[in-house]
């Protein structure tokens, strides 16, 4: 037993499978301006097989030694999307991780970039660039959909010695948000706006804190 007990203090919690997810790491950029704290947003290049001129943030996959550190894999991606040096950013903090189906995990990070013209896009990656205000996310709540997610069990599934509610056809299993910004001529969905609406949301509560 006492063997067991110092086997498992060593054990840091983690995501039991993880090798099994495609695991990715966002920044949301931070650039203060003579008008205020703005966000940066991303247009995803247009000759790319995955979206295509969709709005998103900086991120991307992230390697096997940044496992630990995915906060590596933010700026780096950063770094090689924006094409700015590391010392031009300077990272925040986190925000909540999250998982996304199929099968995706998420953690996004908030970091500044110092000086807005240090921007040069990679336009293997990124077709443009545009900033808006903090302050206009706070005025303007996104509007709301939903996503179901169902299950389905192959038919070698051995139905026969489980319980019956198990069934051979798709179950639903949950539901979750799905938040839409519109900004000027901008639609912005997807995993940016739900990383984008849980960044006002802490923003909103820090500064109306007490």
């Known amino acids: 037993m006492e063997h067991l007990k110092d086997l498992l203090k060593k054990i840091k919690p983690g995501i039991q499978g993880i090798e099994e997810y495609f695991v990715s790491a966002v920044l949301l950029p931070i650039i203060e301006t003579e008008d205020g704290l703005h966000i940066l947003f991303e247009i995803r290049a247009n000759h790319l097989r995955r979206q295509p001129g969709e709005i998103c943030f900086p991120g991307g996959a992230v390697e096997k030694d940044e496992i630990c550190n995915p906060q590596e894999t933010a700026v780096r991606e950063t770094i090689e999307e924006l094409g700015i040096k590391n010392s031009e950013i300077e990272l925040l ?118």
């Open 93 to 210: 903090g986190s925000l909540n991780c999250f998982f996304a189906p199929p099968g995706t995990i998420i953690y996004p990070y908030v970091g500044v970039i110092k000086r807005k013209e240090s921007i040069k896009p990679n336009p293997a990656e990124v077709e443009d660039f545009f900033l808006a205000p903090v302050e206009y996310f706070l005025k303007h709540p996104p509007t709301k959909s939903s996503v179901e997610v169902a299950t389905r069990y192959n038919d070698d599934f051995p139905f026969n010695k489980v319980p019956p509610f198990y069934k051979k056809e798709w179950n639903k299993r949950w539901t979750f948000p799905v938040y839409f910004y519109e900004y000027k001529e901008y639609f912005i969905w997807g995993i940016t706006a739900r990383m984008l609406h849980c960044f006002i949301a802490t923003y909103y509560d820090i500064n109306n804190d007490g």
